[in-house]
């Protein structure tokens, strides 16, 4: 079967720092997304984890551990703009299929 | 990355027709899905089309309701038939990027039933 969960909402303040968990349970994987999405609007690609670690892009950074099905995007420095949904999907593999994604984080920041 | 256009952006369409939604690509692309996002739900996974031949579809979505085309890299056409309210939602294509590992969407075309 295939199950993947975040939590539904978060709030942060601006200018501090957020951590949105993702676990998954799959018999195939290839690899963790990150999304971001806001309202209305598609999902826009943040970032894609292959193998175990953190990987840092500027203020967003991301996880993953494959042996513990677990991943957590990271926020720092938050603004107001990056208040939106935040999407983790993971590819079952063979480069070739489309994405599984949970129900997105819906992160609220506060002045 | 990819710039991806979807017509129609929205449409309100009566329960029993259908309507066909397009996606264009601004570059030749293997791999293209298509995704459903139901109100206030992620997104879900309807089918995966390549160029020249039938598309693969996801467990609980079939080729009547959902048919597809795929003529060219650079263009596809999913249709939503015979609509009930149930299929209100936002369709969204997506394409892999020149890193395989990226998949870019498109704009997404927001359909009510009624």
């Known amino acids: 079967g295939q199950n993947i969960d975040q939590p539904t909402e978060m709030t942060a303040t601006e200018g501090a720092i957020v951590q949105i968990n993702c676990t998954y349970q799959?018999?195939?994987?290839?690899?963790l997304f990150w999304y971001q999405q806001h309202a209305g609007e598609a999902p826009t690609f943040l970032s894609y984890?292959?193998?175990?670690g953190l990987e840092e892009k500027g203020r967003f950074s991301s996880f993953l551990s494959r042996s513990k099905g677990y991943s957590y995007l990271l926020l720092k420095e938050l603004q107001m703009k990056d208040s939106a949904s935040y999407l983790c999907?993971?590819?079952?593999?063979?480069?070739?299929?489309?994405?599984?994604f949970g129900k997105g984080t819906h992160l609220i920041i506060q002045p | 990355s990819a710039v991806i256009s979807q017509k129609p952006s929205r449409d309100i369409c009566q329960r029993g027709t259908s309507l066909t939604i397009q996606c264009q690509v601004d570059?030749?692309?293997?791999?293209m899905f298509w995704y459903r996002q139901q109100p206030g739900q992620s997104l879900t996974l309807i089918a995966t089309a390549n160029q020249g031949s039938e598309a693969t579809y996801e467990s609980g979505f079939v080729i009547d309701k959902f048919p597809i085309s795929r003529p060219n890299l650079t263009f596809s056409t999913l249709t939503v038939s015979n609509m009930s309210p149930e299929d209100s939602s936002i369709y969204l294509c997506?394409?892999?990027?020149?890193?395989?590992?990226?998949?870019?969407f498109g704009p997404g075309t927001r359909l009510t039933v009624t």
């Open positions: 799959t018999s195939g994987f290839n690899g």
């Open positions: 999907a993971y590819d079952s593999g063979g480069g070739a299929d489309g994405l599984t």
């Open positions: 984890n292959v193998l175990d």
């Open positions: 997506s394409v892999e990027g020149e890193s395989s590992y990226e998949q870019y």
């Open positions: 570059s030749q692309v293997t791999m």
